[in-house]
C-alpha cells in the first residue's frame, strides 16, 4: 500500500513584500521596544526553542542542508512561535537573533533590535503547516525543563543537494520508494505511525513558484518536494523533525543512486 509520510518542502525564492501586507500580522513593532522575557529566563537551557534553533542550524549546516544563508527552520512552544532569520549564515545564529511571534496573532513578542534582520522567508509556510496540522497527535518531549507543550509541530527546511536531484530525476509529479529500511523512520502525516518497511513513500513533488506563499495550496500534503529547491519537513516535536528529515535525505540519496544505477526505486 502507499503510505505518505509527514514531510513538507522548501522553495528558496525570495518572498515578495506582500508577505508582510494586511491580513498577515507579519510587520516588525513600531517602537523596538518588545521583548520575549523567556529568552533570558532560560538562559543557558539548551532546549529552549531560542537556544535549540540555533545548534540545529549549526547541525544540519555540518550536513549541508544550510550552506550559504538557505534554509530555515522553526519551533513552537505553546501559544508562541519562534523563527530563525533569514539572509544570515546559519551556522553563526544566536539565541538573541530568534523572533518570536504569537500563534494566533501572528505578532512580534520579540524583534531582535541588535542586527538589522528579518524573519525567516518561510515564515508564511511555517504558519500554514501549524495551522493546517492537527497536531492532537504530538508527543510531549522529554525535556521536561523546556516547558515545549503538546500540540507542537516543528518545521525545517533544507536545500538538500539529494532532493534538488531527485525532483530532477523524478519529472512527474510524485517520488516514490519502498523496501527501505530508514521508510521506517517516517510517520504518517508525520505525526501518525510510523511507516513499514514493507510501505511505500509517496511524496508529491510540485513546481517551483516565484514566491514561497504561493506553496500553501500544497500544505495539506504530508510530503512535498519543490523541484529544483529542496525540502521542508516538520513533526509534534523538535526530535521527530529532526529525525524525519534526516531519513527522507538519506531515501532521497539512495533514490538518486538507485534511479542512476538503472535499479528500480520501487518493488524488489
Not at 523596538?32 to 537556544?51: F, I, M, R
Not at 500540540?151 to 530532477?168: G, I, K
Not at 504518517?188 to 511507516?195: I, K, N, R
Not at 538519506?250 to 544505477?261: F, G, I, N
Amino acid at each position: 500500500m502507499a503510505s505518505r509520510a509527514n514531510v513538507v518542502a522548501r522553495a528558496g525564492s525570495p518572498l515578495s513584500s506582500a508577505v508582510y501586507g494586511p491580513g498577515c500580522a507579519l510587520a516588525p513593532p513600531t517602537d523596538g521596544t518588545k521583548n520575549d522575557h523567556s529568552l533570558v529566563e532560560h538562559k543557558g537551557d539548551q532546549v529552549h526553542p531560542a537556544y535549540l534553533i540555533p545548534e540545529l542550524c549549526r547541525s544540519f549546516y555540518k550536513l549541508g542542508w544550510v550552506t550559504g544563508t538557505g534554509g530555515g527552520i522553526s519551533l513552537r512552544d505553546g501559544e508562541k512561535i519562534y523563527l530563525a532569520p533569514s539572509g544570515v549564515q546559519k551556522e553563526r545564529i544566536e539565541p538573541e537573533d530568534i523572533f518570536v511571534l504569537t500563534l494566533k496573532e501572528r505578532a512580534f513578542l520579540r524583534w531582535p533590535i541588535h542586527k538589522p534582520l528579518k524573519q525567516s522567508q518561510c515564515t508564511p509556510l511555517f504558519y500554514n503547516a501549524y495551522e493546517l496540522r492537527d497536531a492532537g497527535a504530538c508527543i510531549h518531549p522529554s525535556h521536561s525543563d523546556s516547558q515545549l507543550t503538546p500540540l507542537a509541530p516543528r518545521n525545517l527546511q533544507t536545500h538538500s543537494q539529494h532532493a534538488v536531484m531527485a525532483t530532477l530525476l523524478w519529472p512527474g509529479k510524485e517520488f516514490r520508494i519502498s523496501h527501505q529500511e530508514m521508510i521506517k523512520g517516517m510517520r504518517v502525516g508525520g505525526m501518525g505511525a510510523a511507516l513499514s518497511y514493507l510501505d511505500e513513500l509517496v511524496i508529491p513533488i510540485i513546481e517551483n513558484t516565484p514566491h514561497e506563499e504561493d506553496l500553501a495550496s500544497s500544505m495539506e500534503e504530508p510530503a512535498v518536494l519543490v523541484r529544483r529547491h529542496g525540502t521542508y519537513s516538520w513533526g509534534s516535536d523538535w526530535e521527530k523533525a529532526k529525525g524525519q528529515a534526516e531519513c527522507l535525505d538519506y531515501l532521497l540519496e539512495v533514490a538518486v543512486k538507485m534511479k542512476l544505477a538503472g535499479l528500480p526505486t520501487v518493488g524488489m
